[in-house]
Each structure stands twice: as C-alpha cells, then as structure tokens.
T-cell receptor, first 116, second 114 residues
C-alpha cells in the first residue's frame, strides 16, 4: 500500500540537542511538507519541498532545517535554536496537479516530540 | 495573510442527528478547500476537497459546500454515528508551482453520543 511513514512515533529531546524526524513516502509525489500542531492552534507550515534538492521556508521555519536528497525522503531536524519544540509534527505529500486533477494530499501519522 | 476560522470549537450531539460544521476564510483567492478528519494522536485523513470553481462535493453521509465570494464553507454530516467522533479540520490551499500550501483552521471537536 502506498503511503507516508513517519518515525519515530514518540521522541524525547534534551535541552540543547538536535533531533531528526524521519518522513518517507512511496506515493511518487513531487511535493512534501512539514507541519507543526500545537494544542488549540491549527497546523502551521514549517518547510516544504517541490522537487529533489529544493525546499522553501514556511511560516515558522526558524529553528528547523530540512533536506531533500531523494524524492521519497524529507527529514526534518529540530535544532537547539528552536526554543519551544514540544509539539506534534506531521509530514505530508501532494501530487502534481494535472488537467482535471487536484493536489492529492496525504498525511503521515505524526511524531510527538517532547523536551525533557 | 490568510486566516481560517472554524465554529463551533466543540460540539456534542446524540447519535442520528444531522449536523453542520462551519469554516470561514479571509482571502478568497484560494485554489481549493479541503476538509480533514483527525482522531486523537493520529494524522489527518482527507474527507472532501472542493475546487475553487466548484460549489459542493459529496461523499456518503458527508456534504461540503463552498461559497468563495463570501469566504465560507460548511461540512454537513447526516445521521451522525459514534464513529464520527473526531476533530474536523478545514484547510484552504494556495498553490505555488507543484506545491499546495495549506492554511488550517483550529478545528471542531465533535462528539457523537449514544
């Protein structure tokens, strides 16, 4: 079955540590995204990538970094510069729109990051 | 800057009742609008997508409408069931190249009681 796999499901980070969240898709989607979800707030876009070796900042990119070396993979690193990293992180991908078709959006099951 | 608002924030209804969830957005220059479902601690599942040129979409007991000029969308759930209990999120998209950036509302938490 095609889909998006995020790992780990739960992650604990000590103060000052960098951690990397994994996101892999086998949907052959061009675009991939990272969103952050906090209680009482909507999902907010961190970074997105339209194609391999290309990515752009979203609304809250400070303290995060990404890479897109392969079409299937879009890992997110939460750096020590991110002052409030405790949140639920969701990875997503979407297909290229063609005539008569829309952006098909698929989400992973999420990673819950907690600072200890 | 696009802002998306969902009302009500929470809703509790008895099983079998029909219900309406509301979504409003401030910038009508959207590519499409999507409704998602999220179960506690889980990712999002796409329910319905309405293109900006469309007025409504239906899937089973779900019907979503879009009035782009007034910046409103509604999700209608018929004959609600306990399994419909979840948070429902509305999101509008703005496309850039091959990507579709979503702006989300804060969601409506629905509980359907027996």
């Amino acid at each position: 079955d095609g889909g998006i796999t995020q790992s780990p499901k739960y992650l604990f980070r000590k103060e000052g540590q960098n951690v990397t969240l994994s996101c892999e898709q086998n949907l052959n989607h061009d675009a991939m995204y990272w969103y952050r979800q906090d209680p009482g707030q909507g999902l907010r876009l961190i970074y997105y990538s339209q194609i391999v070796n290309d990515f752009q900042k979203g609304d809250i990119a400070e303290g995060y970094s990404v890479s897109r070396e392969k079409k299937e993979s879009f890992p997110l690193t939460v750096t020590s510069a991110q002052k409030n990293p405790t949140a639920f992180y969701l990875c997503a991908s979407s297909s290229r729109p063609t005539i008569g078709r829309h952006y098909g959006y698929t989400f992973g099951s999420g990673t819950r990051l907690t600072v200890v | 800057k696009q802002e998306v608002t969902q009302i009500p924030a929470a809703l509790s209804v008895p099983e079998g009742e029909n219900l309406v969830l509301n979504c409003s957005f401030t910038d009508s220059a959207i590519y499409n609008l999507q409704w998602f479902r999220q179960d506690p601690g889980k990712g999002l599942t796409s329910l319905l997508l309405i293109q900006s040129s469309q007025r409504e979409q239906t899937s089973g007991r779900l019907n979503a409408s879009l009035d782009k000029s007034s910046g409103r969308s509604t999700l209608y759930i018929a004959a609600s069931q306990p399994g419909d209990s979840a948070t429902y999120l509305c999101a509008v998209s703005h496309h850039t190249g091959t990507a579709s950036k979503l702006t989300f509302g804060t969601g409506t938490r629905l509980q359907v009681t027996l």
